[in-house]
């Protein structure tokens, strides 16, 4: 008969591993925190273009004016009340035929689309602006998919002002009603996340 002994960690082998462990994940916490601020910017942007699109699409199918309009609630609010105004610097949008301000609730079955700031809006910065570089709050398209109103936002940038390592992207709308979200960071010109120059807009 053989006896097989089983030999465990010892107290030092285990403090090294812990050790070893602690410093991994001290090196990966701050590139993740990048990577998930990072993935708010996208969301937020991507969240922008998507309305952009179906207030295009839906102004299109209907064939008559209906509005992409940033509105503002209270921070990381799930809903929309009756407090929500228009604002340049908001995540939270609306898709509807009229100005949502102040009828968030009472209007909401007219509204056509919404998605409120929510909690993945924290830490963000959300520029609204027009052709002439001036704060905007709204695009309306035409029944042929074109932007019907006067001073219209030309471009959004979605930014985190807070992380120097983070990306910034960019919401495009051209007077056609091209809708395009880019990354002004790339300087590419064949790179299709390029920040392109149409119709006078500029949006990097």
Known sequence: MHRHTQRGFTVIEVIIAVTIAGLLLAAALPSAGTWIRNTRIRTAAESISNGLQQARAEAVRRNQPVGFYLVSDAAGATELTDTCALSATSSGWVVSPASPAAKCTTDRDTFIALRPQGDTSAGLSVDAKDSAST??????????????????????????????????????????????????????????????????????
Request: contains cysteine.
């Open 135 to 204: 704060a905007a709050t709204a695009v309306v398209f035409n029944g042929y998919g074109q932007i019907s109103n006067v001073s219209p936002i030309s471009c959004v940038k979605v930014s985190n002002p807070t992380d120097a390592g983070t990306r910034r992207l960019n919401v495009a709308i051209f007077p056609g009603g091209q809708v395009r979200m880019c990354d002004p960071g790339v300087t590419d010109t064949n790179d299709p996340r390029y920040c392109v120059t149409q119709s006078g807009i500029t949006c990097n």
